[in-house]
């Protein structure tokens, strides 16, 4: 668990320097993906960057399980912090395995163990770990470097992991693919991440939570459902996008808006299963021209219905934290 | 043939000459490194004092050798080594030391500074972050400077023969004083021979130690 609390930065300048990041609290339940958003300057990498101390805090807190990180050597508090960004930053003078290696290495374990933690790594990040563990960073595309950039963030298994851009440097293709990835990995690993972005439709997918920031300044901190259906201001509205309502559809599943088959339910409708996604609804309505969509298991049995009236209820009540795009505990 | 003669007659000699001269060059250099490469790191931190060191190495390398001789002689022989070794390895360090340290300085600062904030933010410490990432990338750039400074040695250590500091530059000076041409063709081809060999030996050692990532790249 992440704790901000009041954190400012203030850098010096000859007119007495304006907050880059003014009194910033919120706070990251274990687990839980948040996503700083905001237009370039905005202050959310300096506020990233304040959590592993890259940045000296000129005023404020980051309590992280509870401890205070200012009492805690800064070296060894990233060492218990992945760092991803969007350089990637892998050394070109050590192999991927070697990259992977360097926290660990840094925390004295064996040869054998670090061999053995980077094959691991690189087969949950989908690199076949015989063909990649002593190629060079300059030997991978950029997609497969940004994914020895991950893993190398989590060698040493770190209860938090700090991501500025990860995801910036790939082409739009393989953004979606890695993302879909590490979606899947997040799921079971459940790490506590910070999550730098620009784009509002790359927050709405992986935040659990979304921070948006103005001149260094938090507009709003809410889960990307309330978020988009709640913007506290003008400016969240307008950086969210007039398609707010649209956006809002990746995150709310048919189980969330369907109700119980009753005998009315039409045979023929077309079906959909409960883990879909609004958007594959919506497309559904307005394909097929109907009202009334079949939601079936895996197994094919009937589980309930979904309806144009219910899913417009469910976008005019935005969820409020415990609804489905708050974190899932 | 006269020559060929000559230097047949007097391979041992040669061979001790040889020595000499590489014996004042490898202890100029090895000096310049080990002053050169911690200056030029250190010099990473203040763009003022890189600028200051940078000058004054480069007022160093104009001036020539055998003035630089000459003011040392005065000073030296106050501990009683105004000519021969001492001298020669001094001057031959002092030239040494502007490629060592621009190049060290050089090849420290283009780090991509992406590496740089990599490692301080996986909690590597300064040291760390040196002998494991900066270092490693640089040492290419830094034996270049090596090199130079050595083929540049191999040429004031043949005049240091002036000041008796013996090597392959007595063939020269005395091929001069007693305008005999086999002594002088003999110094000047084994200073060539000398020159070209430490070049590409350091060539060499210069792709060894580029890091496989980054020669490929550069290729």
Known sequence: MIRLEALTKIYPSSHGGAASVDRVSFEVGAGETCVLLGPSGCGKTTTLRMINRLVAPTSGKVFIDGRDTSAVDPVELRRTIGYVIQQIGLFPNMTVAENIGVVPRLLNWDRPRMRRRAEELLAMLALEPAEFLDRYPNELSGGQAQRVGVARALAADPPVLLMDEPFGAVDPVNREVIQDEFLRMQKSLRKTVLFVSHDIDEAVKMADRIAIFRAGRLEQYAAPDELLGRPANDFVAGFVGSDRTLKRLRRITVGDVMSPPDAASAPDAPAVAPGDDLRRVVTLFLERGVDVLRCVDAGGRLVGVVTRKAVAARLAAPANGNGPGAPLR | ?219
């Not at chain 2, 050798?65 to 031959?92: C, D, E, R």
């Open chain 2, 1 to 219: 043939m006269e020559t060929l003669t000559f230097i047949l007659h007097n391979l041992p000699a040669i061979g001790e000459r040889t020595v000499e001269h590489v014996s004042i060059v490898s202890v100029a250099v090895g000096f310049a490194i080990l002053t050169g490469v911690p200056l030029g790191i250190a010099i990473t931190q203040s763009q003022r004092t890189a600028d200051t060191v940078l000058y004054l190495g480069s007022i160093v390398m104009t001036i020539p050798s055998i003035a630089l001789f000459g003011v040392l002689i005065p000073l030296l022989s106050k501990i009683g080594q105004g000519i021969g070794y001492l001298p020669a390895v001094i001057a031959a360090m002092l030239y040494a030391q502007l490629p060592i340290v621009r190049n060290t300085y050089t090849a420290i600062r283009n780090v991509d500074p992406a590496l740089r904030s990599a490692a301080i933010g996986m909690g590597m410490s300064t040291s760390q972050r040196l002998f494991r990432v900066e270092i490693p990338i640089a040492l290419p750039v830094i034996i270049a400077g090596v090199r130079i400074a050595v083929v540049i040695n191999i040429g004031v250590t043949a005049i240091a023969a002036y000041i008796g500091a013996g090597g392959l530059g007595t063939f020269i000076s005395r091929g001069i004083s007693q305008t005999d041409v086999r002594q002088l063709i003999t110094g000047a081809l084994a200073l060539a021979l000398l020159a070209i060999a430490a070049d590409y030996a350091l060539l060499w050692l210069q792709r060894r130690m580029t890091p496989k990532g980054a020669a490929a790249r550069a290729g």
